[in-house]
């Protein structure tokens, strides 16, 4: 008999639970990752977001191996493929349990009911650990014994919490070499060529492991003051490694302790407030756990359901190709489109400018975004959606609309970030920059603003506040 390592969100020999739990058996170890190509695509998943994983599992096979555990890589479309192969694996390797980290949108969870009810039928076992998230949904609730639905009591529980969860990070998995022979799914040449091209965000654990320390050790104590300047290098960069679950939350939680052990909890301090981050992205994904709107492509607060948002393909198009006439805007859709990452900054302005003075369906950003985005992540991409678009829940209220020339002045103020992501604009002053006068873009060729700032605001809020009804 020997245990079964799904590996989904949790790409990592370190600081996996899964791992560890197999390792302890003392039963022979197999690693398996189910590469569904059509469910991809009908969640929208970016290229380069597949490519990262790809690249990220031939690096995963390596680490593996040198602990004895071999990766078995197959293909089959979507989630339904999935349950059949998985099941068939598990019968050919004579596995009695199959371990898994917890995913949690609607259709991975189902899914894994699915599975559960069919392994259960060959008397295997599926066991679920968490190993996204360093508290798993449902361990915080409120005094009502209910999920928060706000951030800031989230974020007290969450910390209140952590003496439960204070222990280093676990070790990689050590299995005495087994002798296995399997002729099972791809290899490495055919993954790589599935990938199509290397991934230019770095993708070996040790690699993004050290990216961690250094930004921990050398960057994070001024986060708090630059992290909002999206032309400063003052974040980390690591939410595609965080959303594939390169590392844990728990590592990075250890680490900055370690480091910062009078100022990781304080959100005034930089530790502090990076680590309020985390904490947001843990919020986002124990509400997609909780409420099945999110999965659903629901708003999260029911009145606002019935926001009749316009239909205006070209100026969704121009938001999309970065032709809009706002010159941040632009600057950060060019950024998405040209390397799959946008500052967080910035993605609120671009969300709030396609939800408010475009009066655009969110839920069209949200997918572009996906779309687009090496580190798409349903619930965090969701989150930031509903939270610009004041559907969500500890939304901005709905009065509250960017306005992204001040935006910029005051986070780009020298307009370096939009001199590099808009040429057309980089001969232009720090005066000029953040809204050019219609000779100057006439001149330069590029666009005039496609929609009024001042009155498609005053729009927005009236637009809201006469649509939304309470139930
Ligand atoms: C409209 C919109 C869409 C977004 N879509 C995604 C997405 O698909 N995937 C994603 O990982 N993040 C998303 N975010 C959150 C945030 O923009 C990115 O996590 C952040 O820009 C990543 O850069 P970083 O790794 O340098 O972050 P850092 O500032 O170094 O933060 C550290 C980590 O904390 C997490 N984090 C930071 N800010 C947030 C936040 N506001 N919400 C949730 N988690 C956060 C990320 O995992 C990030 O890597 C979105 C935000 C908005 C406004």
């Known amino acids: 008999m020997a245990k079964l390592v799904w590996f989904r969100h949790d790409l990592r020999t370190l600081d996996n639970p899964m791992l560890s739990y197999a390792s302890h058996s003392g039963q022979p170890i197999y690693g398996c990752y189910l590469i569904t190509t059509k469910q991809w695509q009908r969640q929208n998943h970016s290229p380069l977001r597949n490519q990262y994983v790809l690249n990220r599992l031939c690096a995963l096979r390596q680490e593996l191996h040198d602990c004895h555990i071999p990766l078995i890589v197959k293909s089959c479309d979507d989630y339904d493929h999935s349950i059949d192969e998985l099941k068939a694996l598990c019968l050919k390797l004579n596995i009695d349990e199959v371990l898994i980290g917890a995913e949690y949108g609607l259709w991975e969870r189902q899914r894994d009911e699915k599975i559960r009810t069919e392994l259960a039928s060959q008397s295997i076992q599926l066991s679920s650990f968490t190993s996204q998230l360093l508290i798993a949904p449902g361990e915080l609730v409120t005094g009502k014994g209910l999920p928060y639905r706000v951030f800031t009591p989230f974020s007290k529980a969450w910390k209140a919490q952590l003496a439960l969860h204070d222990h280093p990070p676990l070790s990689a998995p050590n ?199 090496i580190d798409g992540h349903l619930a965090s991409n969701n989150g930031g959606w509903q939270w610009s678009a004041s559907t969500g829940t500890d939304a901005a209220p709905y009065f509250r609309v960017f306005n992204p020339v001040s935006q910029s002045q005051k986070f780009d103020p020298k307009g370096d970030y939009i001199r590099r992501w808009v040429s057309e604009l980089a001969s232009l002053s720090p005066a000029q920059i953040h809204e050019p006068s219609d000779e100057v873009r006439q001149k330069l060729n590029y666009p005039l603003a496609i929609v009024n700032l001042k009155q498609s605001r005053k729009q927005a809020i009236e637009r809201f506040a006469a649509q939304t009804k309470s139930d």
């Open 175 to 373: 299995q005495a070499p087994i002798n296995i022979n399997i002729d099972e799914g791809l290899d490495n040449e055919e993954l790589a060529r599935l990938a199509d091209g290397e991934s230019r965000w770095p993708v070996a654990q040790q690699q993004v492991l050290n990216h961690l320390s250094h930004f921990i050790k050398n960057k994070v104590s001024d986060y708090q003051q630059s992290r909002d300047f999206p032309n400063e290098p003052a974040t980390s960069r690591l939410s595609a490694a965080l959303a594939h679950g390169v590392f844990s939350s728990a590592q990075a939680l250890y680490l900055l302790k370690q480091s910062y052990p009078n100022q990781y909890l304080d959100p005034k301090s930089g530790p502090g407030c990076w680590l309020n981050e985390l904490i947001w992205r843990e919020f986002y994904i124990q509400l997609l756990a909780q409420f099945d709107a999110i999965s659903q492509g629901l708003t999260f607060k029911s009145e606002t359901r019935a926001i009749k948002w316009d239909n205006n393909p070209q100026a969704l198009s121009a938001w999309q190709q970065g032709k809009t006439g706002i010159p941040i805007v632009d600057a950060g859709m060019r950024q998405l489109n040209e390397i799959g990452w946008m500052h967080n900054r910035v993605r609120m302005i671009c969300a709030s400018f396609l939800s408010k003075n475009l009066w655009l369906d969110w839920r069209e950003g949200e997918k572009y975004f996906m779309s687009k985005l």
